[in-house]
T-cell receptor
Framework: NAGVTQTPKFQVLKTGQSMTLQCAQDMNHNSMYWYRQDPGMGLRLIYY???????DKGEVPNGYNVSRLNKREFSLRLESAAPSQTSVYFCASSEHLFTEAFFGQGTRLTVV | AQTVTQSQPEMSVQEAETVTLSCTYDTSESDYYLFWYKQPPSRQMILVIR??????QNATENRFSVNFQKAAKSFSLKISDSQLGDAAMYFC??????????????FGTGTRLQVTL
C-alpha cells in the first residue's frame, strides 16, 4: 500500500543548482499534481497532469518544469534553484480531476 | 477565482470533547467539491472527509462530520470524542466540478488543532 511515493524527503541546494523531485503512484490514477506548501499560505498548485501525456501550469509555475514520464510517474524539475523556492513540495494523484487527491509525504527543500 | 478562508489559526480541545473547525469559501460556481485534509507532524496530507455540493446531506466519517451550509458558503468540520491522535493541522479545500478548473484544489491556510489531556 505505497500510494504516492516522493523522493527525496529532504534536500538542500545552493542557489543556481538544479534538481529533480521524483513522484510515483501505484493506484493507477490518471491525474497527478505538484503543490508547494509555504507557512501561512496553505498549498498552491505548481503544475498538474490531467492524464498521461498532458501537463498544464497551475497557480505558481514559474521556475519549474514537469515531466509525466508514464502513467505512474510525474517529476518536478528546478532548473536554477532560488531561495524563494525553499518550501515543502507535495506530489498528489487522483483517479480523475474531479476526485479526491491522495498526497505523498512531501519533500522539504531548502535553497541557500 | 475561488478563495477558502479558515479564520481560526489555532484551536484547542480536551480529550474526549467535541471541537468544530470553521471554513468559509467564495465561489460563483454552483457545483463543486469540498474537502477536509489532516496534516499531522509527519507532514502527510490525509483526506478526512469529502462533500459534494449537490448533496444536501452532510458527510460523516466515524467521529468526523461536516456542517455544510451552501447558501452561507460555510463548511465546518466537527470532531467528536477528540483523541490525542487528532492533533494536527487541518486544511479545508475546494475543487470545482467544471472541467476547465477542476484541476486545482484551493486550500485554506489551515487550523492547528491541539488536543490536551
Amino acid at each position: 500500500n505505497a500510494g504516492v511515493t516522493q523522493t527525496p524527503k529532504f534536500q538542500v541546494l545552493k542557489t543556481g543548482q538544479s534538481m529533480t523531485l521524483q513522484c510515483a503512484q501505484d493506484m493507477n490514477h490518471n491525474s497527478m499534481y505538484w503543490y508547494r506548501q509555504d507557512p501561512g499560505m496553505g498549498l498552491r498548485l505548481i503544475y498538474y497532469s490531467a492524464s498521461e501525456g498532458t501537463t498544464d501550469k497551475g497557480e505558481v509555475p514559474n521556475g519549474y518544469n514537469v515531466s509525466r514520464l508514464n502513467k505512474r510517474e510525474f517529476s518536478l524539475r528546478l532548473e536554477s534553484a532560488a531561495p524563494s523556492q525553499t518550501s515543502v513540495y507535495f506530489c498528489a494523484s487522483s483517479e480523475h480531476l474531479f476526485t479526491e487527491a491522495f498526497f505523498g509525504q512531501g519533500t522539504r527543500l531548502t535553497v541557500v | 477565482a475561488q478563495t477558502v478562508t479558515q479564520s481560526q489559526p489555532e484551536m484547542s480541545v480536551q480529550e474526549a470533547e467535541t471541537v468544530t473547525l470553521s471554513c468559509t469559501y467564495d465561489t460563483s460556481e454552483s457545483d463543486y467539491y469540498l474537502f477536509w485534509y489532516k496534516q499531522p507532524p509527519s507532514r502527510q496530507m490525509i483526506l478526512v472527509i469529502r462533500q459534494e455540493a449537490y448533496k444536501q446531506q452532510n458527510a460523516t466519517e466515524n467521529r468526523f462530520s461536516v456542517n455544510f451550509q451552501k447558501a452561507a458558503k460555510s463548511f465546518s468540520l466537527k470532531i467528536s470524542d477528540s483523541q490525542l491522535g487528532d492533533a494536527a493541522m487541518y486544511f479545508c479545500a475546494y475543487r470545482s466540478a467544471f472541467t476547465g478548473t477542476a484541476s486545482k484544489l484551493t486550500f485554506g491556510t489551515g487550523t492547528r488543532l491541539q488536543v490536551t489531556l
